[in-house]
């Protein structure tokens, strides 16, 4: 995948009608206010994120005894 994305680098998609209208890397990338944004959310969200699945791993985690399906029928 490597040698192909090389061999045809700076283009991406290349088009076979007009050369110009051709996908290259420059103009298939974001804006830097763009991608400022979307580093902002990322940091903003991305510990919210780890810390509900954190909590949630805590919660719903632990070990189901053979007890525990014996004395409680809602355990399938």
Known sequence: IATVGCSMFPFILPSSIDPRSS?????????????FI????T???LPVV?????WVMKMLGGRITLG?????????
């Open 23 to 35: 996908l290259t890397v420059w103009n298939a990338s974001s804006s830097h206010m763009t991608l």
């Open 38 to 41: 979307m580093l902002i959310v």
């Open 43 to 45: 940091v903003i969200f």
């Open 50 to 54: 780890l810390g509900y699945t954190a």
């Open 68 to 76: 525990d399906v014996r004395s409680n029928p809602d355990f399938y």
